[in-house]
């Protein structure tokens, strides 16, 4: 289970905008879809349903 909430900032980095996420992501399957759930700014009212994927980084 995830809640996550991803804040968006300006040019400046100051926050402006958000958008809120609620669902399952399941680290065995490569791709899950989950829940938008709302948001702020200009995501104000938001939803629907996004799709969240499994990558990997490589750090040297």
Do not use: C, W
Request: glycine share 14%.
């Amino acid at each position: 289970m995830m809640a996550m909430t991803a804040i968006l900032a300006n040019n400046g980095g100051r926050p402006k905008d958000s958008l809120r996420f609620f669902g399952v992501h399941r680290i065995t399957d490569p791709e899950s879809h989950i829940a938008v759930i709302g948001g702020t700014g200009k995501f104000q009212g938001a939803n629907g349903y996004a799709t969240v994927k499994n990558i990997t980084v490589y750090l040297s």
